[in-house]
């Protein structure tokens, strides 16, 4: 039996495409490890699989948190198995809504808001009444209403809602999934949410429920793409937060033993392929609007990664008298019994591996390398050298990539900080071997993350809650408004930017909270805030102002000294 | 699934803290909501359709055109670097065929300004599309460009840069001089001795709608196009034709603007005027970019577009139409005007008083320049503003004959130092920028 002095374990369940990994933390550091392989067939049996036996001989009132990152919803949109749901869509002038088209039940109706939030054009009710009959009679039970500039005024999406609220399961409405402005991701996102939905609540009340009869009562907390966790209450209204957190769960794994006041790059070399992301002072860099997924676009908040079909059991082969390696997988490297050579078959040629089987690897190599006339010492450093080479410059592309951001004014210009990541990280099965070669091809210092194996399952457990919340007050309307949060008020001329920031950081804490963070553990701060005088004819009528703050990802504090005994 | 039908280029730089005074048309606010609609339309998603972050423009690239008075620095400010930089990475990436077309949507404009640059006139400071397209011609294998000015103000700015350079066919489409700033913009201004006919104005009366814009561009503009044969085509794309416009007098509209740039096809456009911030800006840009994609924009339209109301009058139809034919004529006959100013001239002479309305600045002008059959003609002006500097500034062409390069040395070698404060010489023979100061 495990003990530990308080009731401070914690679990952490990262599904992966091959295998999913489980972690026990305690106050003294990681207290156990699990692997079992992922059935992406029956994801629920995988999961109760791997708690059943990390958690055998573990007193279940010890454990005080549990984070759970799964592949379902991931899986749900990759390989288009998703219900029916209807979404009608309200978009005024501009680009014709039918090319945002999302699904079969879509439905472009009247009804118009501008940039500043003035209705235009009212809702139609009859309209929406006799969409509303058309539905219910195609047994639709999930909804997604959006309008173009809902998040600057909700009320046609509160308006439809209204109307179909009671004739269906539950609704999702395109302002209360994100506060940032972009109708096409809007209507993909609040789709992705209605269709993910019912998978996702079936899922995880089965899990919470025979966890419940293992006598774990500890809510579920589950990770986020953006490297954050939520709880899974608040998962219900936006499941879609659920898609690809995996990656982020490699690199929230990483921080632990990220430098403080530096860049470092993150490399997640797994089997069939590499994650990648860059930390800044142990921070993630995110995505600037949200995840692509399965061809859609959305507002779903991310890490900035980059995957590429390229990692340890990569099937390498001769072509036209070339090396040429990925992205298909084959199974396992030959050394462990796999069916063609591989990178990590290389790494068994060049250096001294135990547990496993170099004549297999050589045997493999051999063959590569007569097909390129050469050793298969040399094949080998060959194989080595292409696929750390392809690495290092798809981590500098997307490096480029983030430096290339626009900005909007002369002053971010001016500053033009640039990404320059001076350290790389590694971690993932074949982490180790990949290092060396790593560091000598990109000169940078390379470290492998601090139990490399499981890093990503240690990631979901030690993340913090993460939030976002964007307010604008337009004082000539006399409106300060959040509606991603449900809040507007209205304001007298004296607004300031101060006071919008002020009601940002209180509408932040309170989102925190209520998603399961730590009152502790709340490090917020602005990533944007913008104030303009309105002009009409040469007199000021009032102030535009717009203000995005967050609670920046990362661990949670209470459990740094866990993370430290990790090192 | 939305996708561009040319690759286009947008660089957006809306300078959010930048104005010429806190209550001026040119202030921070100007692009805000065109920004808010931009971003809601979610235009930089749309495949084939990519932002591009700015360069900033050098002193060189600055000096390249202009004759700055005391220097590049006392006359701009970051965000003319920044603006002109916008212009000069969309020319960038349309010749090295990364994009089709580019649009730079930036402020602060530029058409105003002239070659010599005292202060700020029309809200302009430096000519971003003249420093983009001197940049190109020294940077890539281009020679011919033309310029389609579509800001409801007259270009006079590009119009006095290129005033002597056949190379260049600058054509502006503008509010009657008669009834805007700047005044100028008659269709008898058609350029100087050596380039009769690369300037064409064609100045439409108050109150012009889509018909007549877009009546100019099929039947004028684009049989001119089609017989000048430029490498580029630009467009200054001013929106302040537009029917909300507060400062002008045009009934222009976003869909107007968008079939504008369908029929006129520009490889670059750049923002110019517009001051109708909320009502027109974010359609019109919308509209426009829709249609340097090739993307569907017959549903753009401003809340309150309701062509009947803004319709012109049958009087404008006719009278555009006769404009038409004369510019027509003008065009046909332009070498035989060309006899008729020359004469027997070597030299041909200019003089001028040019306002400066944003600074408050008058200019007194002399120009002289070497009637030439070879080349665009070397180019000496002398200068004098009420700030009381007097400047000697002298203009050896890109590609200018050896008579004239060497005129231009002669000109500079012998000024009378000791009669003005500064003499410049740029010699873009080998884009080389000289200045003599007292």
Not at chain 1, 440 to 446: D, F, I, M, Q, T
Not at chain 1, 494 to 504: P, S
Request: charged share 25%; aromatic share 8%; proline share 5%.
């Amino acid at each position: 039996m495990i003990k530990t002095k308080e009731n401070s374990m914690i679990v952490g369940l990262d599904v992966g495409g091959t295998h999913t990994d489980v972690v026990l933390l305690g106050n003294e550091g990681l207290l156990k490890e699990i692997k079992v392989l992922t059935d992406s067939s029956d994801l629920y049996r995988t999961v109760l699989t791997g708690l059943e036996k990390l958690l055998e001989g573990v007193e279940p009132a010890k454990i005080n948190r549990i984070v759970l990152s799964t592949t379902l919803t991931t899986n749900a949109i990759v390989q288009k198995k998703l219900p029916q749901v209807g979404m009608i869509v309200s978009s005024g002038p501009g680009i014709d809504p039918k090319f945002f088209c999302t699904n079969s039940h879509y439905f472009a109706v009247s009804g118009s808001i501008d940039h500043r939030g003035r209705e235009i054009e009212p809702v139609d009710k009859n309209e929406i009444e006799n969409i509303s009959g058309i539905l219910k009679n195609e047994g639709i039970r999930n909804i997604g209403v959006v309008s173009k500039f809902s998040v600057r005024n909700p009320s046609h999406e509160l308006i439809i809602n209204e109307i179909l609220k009671d004739s269906f399961t539950k609704i999702f409405l395109g302002h209360q999934i994100s506060g940032n402005l972009n109708f096409s991701r809007r209507i993909a996102t609040t789709y992705l949410n209605a269709a993910v939905y019912p998978l996702h609540k079936e899922f995880f009340e089965a899990v919470n429920k025979s966890l419940k009869e293992k006598g774990l009562m500890v809510p579920i907390h589950i990770l986020k793409a953006d490297g954050g966790t939520m709880s899974f209450e608040s998962s219900i209204d936006s499941p879609g937060r659920t898609i690809l957190s995996g990656p982020a769960a490699s690199v929230m794994g990483s921080i632990a033993s990220a430098p403080d006041e530096e860049e470092s790059l993150v490399l997640d070399i797994g089997g069939t392929t590499t994650d990648m992301a860059v930390l800044i002072n142990r921070i993630p860099v995110l995505e600037p609007l949200g995840i692509r997924l399965g061809g859609y676009k959305t507002l779903i908040r991310s890490l900035e990664t980059r995957s590429i079909g390229l990692g340890g059991d990569s099937v390498v082969k001769v072509e036209d008298g070339k090396i040429n390696i990925g992205p298909e997988r084959a199974g396992p490297a030959m050394a462990y019994g796999g069916p063609v050579p591989t990178p990590t078959d290389a790494f068994f040629v060049m250096k001294h591996i135990k547990n496993g089987d170099k004549k297999k690897s050589i045997e493999g190599l051999k063959s590569i390398a007569k097909g390129i006339g050469t050793s298969y010492e040399n094949a080998a450093h060959e194989i080595v050298d292409q696929t750390c080479r392809k690495i290092l410059e798809e981590a500098q592309d997307m490096i480029n990539l983030i430096n290339r951001k626009p900005v909007y004014t002369i002053h971010e210009i001016k500053e033009g900080y640039h990404v320059k990541p001076k350290k790389i990280i590694v971690l993932g099965g074949p982490a180790p071997h990949f290092a060396e070669y790593l560091e000598k091809l990109s000169g940078y210092k390379v470290s492998v993350a601090p139990r490399w194996k499981v890093a990503n399952a240690i990631g979901a457990a030690l993340a913090r809650t993460t939030c976002e919340v964007t307010l604008f007050a337009d004082t000539e309307q006399k409106i300060v408004a959040a509606p991603e949060e449900r809040f507007s008020i209205s304001v007298k001329e004296g607004f300031t930017k101060d006071d919008a920031v002020e009601k940002a950081f209180d509408l932040l804490k309170q989102k925190a909270l209520q998603r399961g963070a730590n009152i502790d553990d709340l490090e917020m701060e602005i990533l944007e805030d913008l104030q303009f005088n309105m002009i009409r004819g040469f007199y000021t009528t009032g102030k535009n102002i717009r203000i995005k703050v967050q609670v920046k990802p990362g661990l949670i504090h209470e459990y740094e000294s866990i993370a430290e005994r990790l090192l | 699934m939305l996708r561009a039908k040319y690759k286009t280029g947008l660089v957006f730089f809306p300078a959010f803290d930048w104005a010429i005074s806190p209550t001026h048309p040119e202030r921070e606010e100007r692009l805000l909501y065109t920004q808010d609609q931009v971003f809601e339309e979610g235009l930089f998603d749309i495949d084939g359709i990519q932002e591009l972050k700015p360069d900033i423009v050098t002193i060189k690239d600055v000096q390249r055109v202009h004759f700055c008075v005391p220097d590049v620095e006392h006359v701009t400010t970051e965000s003319h670097f920044i603006s002109a930089g916008g212009a000069k990475r969309i020319g960038m990436a349309v010749l090295d065929k990364e994009i089709e077309r580019g649009f730079a949507l930036v402020r602060p404009p530029g058409h105003h300004a002239m070659r010599v640059v005292h202060g700020a006139r029309g809200f302009c400071n430096v000519n971003i599309e003249a420093i983009m397209i001197e940049y190109l011609r020294e940077a890539y294998n281009i020679d011919k460009v033309a310029i389609v000015d579509t800001d409801c103000h007259h270009g006079d700015g590009t119009q006095d840069i290129y005033w002597h350079d056949p190379y260049t066919l600058f054509i502006s489409i503008h509010q009657d001089g008669r009834t805007l700033y700047p005044g100028s913009g008659f269709p008898n201004e058609m350029g100087g001795p050596n380039a009769v006919g690369a300037t064409i104005n064609i100045p439409l009366p108050p109150h012009t709608s889509e018909e007549g814009f877009l009546y100019v561009i099929k039947n004028v503009v684009l049989p001119i196009l089609d017989d000048f044969k430029p490498d580029i085509i630009i467009n200054s794309a001013g929106q302040d034709n537009h029917y909300s416009d507060p400062i002008t007098n045009m009934n222009f509209s976003a869909q107007g603007y968008a079939a504008l740039t369908s029929l006129l096809k520009p490889d670059i456009a750049v923002l110019e005027g517009g001051y109708s911030i909320e009502g027109a800006l974010p359609y019109v840009n919308v509209g426009i970019i829709l249609a340097m994609a090739g993307i569907d924009y017959s549903k753009v339209k401003e809340p309150n577009y309701d062509p009947d109301s803004i319709r012109q009058t049958p009087e404008i139809t006719s009278y555009i139409k006769k404009l038409g034919e004369e510019i027509l004529i003008n065009w046909e006959q332009k070498g035989k005007i060309e006899e008729k100013i020359r004469g027997a001239k070597e030299l041909d002479e200019r003089d001028r008083n040019i306002f400066y309305d944003t600074d408050s600045l008058h200019e007194k002008q002399k120009e002289t320049i070497r009637v030439c059959s070879d080349c665009s003609g070397a180019i000496r002006i002398d200068s004098s503003s009420d700030l009381g500097s007097h400047i000697l500034a002298i203009h050896i062409p890109r590609k200018a004959c050896r008579d004239c390069k060497g005129l231009g040395y002669k000109w500079y070698d012998t000024a009378d130092a000791s009669k003005y404060d500064m003499i410049f010489l740029q010699d873009r023979t080998e884009n080389k920028y000289l200045t003599l100061i007292e």
